[in-house]
């Protein structure tokens, strides 16, 4: 309207001049009206992404920023919403190499933690993938260590030593701390605490019995002189059975 207003007025100077400040009047407010708008629009964007950036929600101040960037192409901020972005980059970028660092660690426990920690401070879709491969490959070496440890344990409770089978389990459970396979060491180390007390039971049971003297078996045994039934326990020990 204000085109063909000034284009009317082109032959009436008074009324052209009229015309046209009211149309540069307009335009002022509308590039003041984009200016503002711009700038508000920027302000929110950066207090979001250092809020969250402080937060380590990694995510949501990429999507502040990258949300400003997309909208206001030509701000007069861009260069300074790259920057922040790239300072958030960055500081994300650290927090993930501090975490690979701690899960290089020789000690499975306290990698675990600082995975564990991590996942639930951090919010980084980018590195998520990364995380999750470290977590692996943690579970993978803390099964491959109780898997070991927990048969050596094994092989000692078959010849009775529960004393050692519980200190190589008890030994895995604090290895394995954090770890998927922590619950099945500790099943482990209480079932050979079962095992222990019931054979130690035994054992006092038998050798009480045996002080009024060696007790008859009241079944017989198939031996190489042939079957007995006259065999008795004279004597128990804690891996042996004396006829």
């Known amino acids: 309207k204000w085109v063909a207003a000034r284009e009317a007025a082109a032959k009436f100077p008074d009324l052209f001049e009229q015309c046209k400040a009211g149309a540069e009047a307009i335009n002022r407010k509308i590039e003041e009206q984009k200016h503002k708008t711009t700038a508000d629009a920027w302000q929110s964007a950066s207090e979001s992404a250092t809020a969250a950036k402080v937060k380590y929600d990694y995510d949501a101040a990429r999507t502040a920023l990258q949300d400003f960037l997309r909208i206001h192409v030509e701000a007069p901020q861009k260069a300074d919403a790259e920057a922040l972005l790239g300072k958030v980059n960055a500081d994300a970028q650290a927090r993930l190499k501090a975490v690979q660092d701690a899960a290089a660690a020789p000690e499975i426990p306290a990698a675990m933690n600082e995975l564990n920690r991590y996942s639930?401070?951090?919010?980084?879709?980018?590195?998520?993938?990364?995380?999750?491969?470290?977590?692996?490959?943690?579970?993978?070496?803390?099964?491959?260590?109780?898997?070991?440890?927990?048969?050596?344990?094994?092989?000692?409770?078959?010849?009775?030593?529960?004393?050692?089978?519980?200190?190589?389990?008890?030994?895995?459970?604090?290895?394995?701390?954090?770890?998927?396979?922590?619950?099945?060491?500790?099943?482990?180390?209480?079932?050979?605490?079962?095992?222990?007390?019931?054979?130690?039971?035994?054992?006092?049971?038998?050798?009480?019995?045996?002080?009024?003297?060696?007790?008859?078996?009241?079944?017989?045994?198939?031996?190489?002189?042939?079957?007995?039934?006259?065999?008795?326990?004279?004597?128990?020990?804690?891996?042996?059975?004396?006829?």
């Open 120 to 243: 639930r401070e951090v919010k980084d879709s980018a590195a998520a993938a990364e995380v999750n491969t470290l977590k692996q490959s943690l579970e993978d070496k803390a099964t491959a260590l109780a898997e070991t440890e927990l048969n050596k344990a094994r092989e000692k409770a078959k010849k009775y030593d529960y004393a050692e089978a519980m200190n190589i389990v008890r030994g895995v459970v604090r290895q394995v701390a954090g770890s998927k396979v922590e619950p099945i060491a500790k099943l482990r180390e209480e079932s050979l605490r079962l095992q222990k007390d019931l054979h130690a039971k035994f054992i006092t049971a038998a050798t009480e019995k045996l002080k009024g003297g060696a007790l008859p078996l009241p079944i017989p045994i198939e031996t190489r002189i042939g079957p007995n039934k006259k065999w008795k326990i004279s004597r128990v020990s804690v891996d042996q059975v004396s006829l």
